[in-house]
């Protein structure tokens, strides 16, 4: 017999299933959460936000300011007539802020949960069975049943054979984000988003910094412009070390550090690191949940099949997040947490997954929404592009950072705007804007009618829509 009863139960703490019980409580449904992951929290309890807010999204983003900053005092001050001498960086001092950012919203979830009346159960839950038309979840020994389950129990870092992570000395996600010491030589395997960002920290704070990347294109999934404009700023500007289409042999410990021994095309390579961040993508977490006990159905990557409004093969069981198809992006989860809620009550639930945003925080940053140039290509989709610099925008020369350019991509018989791509200050603020366009189906020239701020960054996207038809005023 069930110890308690809820009308919706969700597995997993992360942004997809906070989000989804704090909207089902919303609703009016009895609601609990379950959560086993304590992170690093000093007393060992467990904490909301998933691997997002812990140990992914937020600190990286702390981080990154800290050594952006670090950066400027070194670099660019004097452009605006500002001279620092011998600024040095606390690395302990970089490491506690991020903490204690993280501690913060931790506990406003906690605080969100008791607001909105969701019970938060703290262990691993699992699927147990089905009675009278409830499903029996177990978590810490105990029985909790509920009408609904939506399982959020997202993912996890995705490792190497060969490669054994302590998160000390060879670190994923987790220990990168924990390194006391800025390392004299940095290795990463993986130039996607983690791998780019957090070798990006660390080179800026004086590090060596080199990445391999298995995948013989940068970026592959940018459009092909900002592809190229991001490789030029990483490796001839930034100095980072990029090697493209490496095959990895073997990874060895030694007193003296970490060797690599890798090949690229026909020719054989070493790198020696002293710390190496491993980089290389994510698993869903599915194991010890029960599937196979309740028929829960998976794909062959291991993910929670579900259909176009995250139910699954399961009469009332749901799946957001990371465990299911499509990107792993903490927002693409909240976005279905809240569609799940809402159609569980019988509500007109929505997520238009052609205009979820993707969000790379190096410097520059890269934002884009919607189709790329190739995949229109591709796809044999007619389009009118415009392009324009960030260059010929004053408020970016105000600001002394002038990198990069917005792209703007329409339909050459409707005008519909089919994808926007921004690599340069503030993209992940621009975005937004492309984002709300085509979520209502705008036309380019919707944008360009639109009055923009002056002197602002965002005059860049009117620009760029007036640039789809040939008739940019500033450039």
Aim: aromatic share 6%; with cysteine; glycine share 12%.
């Amino acid at each position: 017999m069930a110890n308690q009863q809820f009308d919706v139960v969700v597995i997993g703490g992360g942004p997809g299933g906070y989000i989804a019980a704090i909207r089902a409580a919303q609703l009016g449904f009895s609601t609990a959460c379950i959560e086993s992951e304590p992170y690093a929290d000093p007393k060992g309890e467990v904490r909301l936000g998933g691997t997002c807010l812990n140990v992914g999204c937020i600190p990286s983003k702390a981080l990154l300011r800290s050594s952006e900053l670090f950066d400027e005092a070194n670099h660019a001050f004097v452009m605006h007539g500002i001279t620092a001498e011998n600024v040095t960086m606390d690395v302990g001092t970089m490491v506690r802020r991020k903490d204690n950012i993280v501690t913060q919203l931790t506990s406003g979830i906690k605080g969100l949960f008791k607001k909105n009346k969701v019970s938060l159960l703290a262990g691993r839950g699992s699927f147990a069975g089905r009675e009278n038309e409830l499903w029996q979840i177990a978590v810490a020994g105990e029985i909790v049943a509920a009408k609904h389950v939506i399982v959020a129990t997202g993912s996890s870092p995705r490792h190497l054979e060969g490669i054994p992570v302590d998160n000390k000395t060879i670190c994923d996600n987790v220990g990168a984000l924990a390194l006391d010491a800025v390392p004299k030589r940095l290795g990463v395997i993986g130039a996607g988003v983690i791998g780019l960002e957090l070798g990006s920290v660390w080179k800026r704070l004086g590090s060596d910094v080199t990445i391999l990347e298995a995948l013989p294109d940068f970026l592959a999934a940018a459009d092909p412009a900002v592809a190229k404009e991001a490789w030029k700023t990483f490796t001839q500007k930034q100095g980072l070390k990029i090697s493209l289409g490496v095959k990895i042999n073997t990874v060895k410990q030694g007193k003296k550090g970490i060797t690599i021994d890798y090949e690229v095309g026909d020719g054989t390579f070493k790198l020696e690191c002293d710390k190496l961040i491993v980089s290389v993508g994510r698993v869903p977490n599915t194991a010890g949940l029960g599937c196979g006990k309740v028929g829960l159905k998976l794909d062959d990557r291991g993910r929670v099949e579900v259909n176009d409004y995250c139910q699954t093969n399961l009469e009332n069981v749901w799946a957001v997040g990371d465990v299911i198809r499509g990107p792993m992006l903490a927002h693409k989860g909240m976005e279905e947490g809240v569609m799940v809620a809402e159609l569980i009550a019988g509500q007109a639930g929505h997520v238009n997954y052609d205009a979820i945003p993707w969000v790379i925080y190096t410097h520059p940053e890269i934002a884009w929404v919607g189709k790329t140039e190739t995949q229109l290509k591709n796809e044999g989709i007619e389009f009118k592009s415009g392009q324009i610099p960030f260059l010929a925008n004053g408020r970016a020369m105000g600001q002394g950072d002038t990198t990069g350019f917005v792209k703007m991509l329409a339909c050459a018989k409707t005008d519909r705007v089919l994808g926007v791509h921004v690599i340069g200050a503030n993209a992940s603020e621009l975005i937004s804007e492309a984002v709300t366009a085509m979520e209502f189906g705008a036309v380019a020239e919707d944008i360009a009618r639109i009055c923009h701020a002056h002197p602002t960054l965002s005059e860049t996207m009117h620009e760029a829509a007036l640039a789809v038809d040939k008739r940019p005023l500033h450039f």
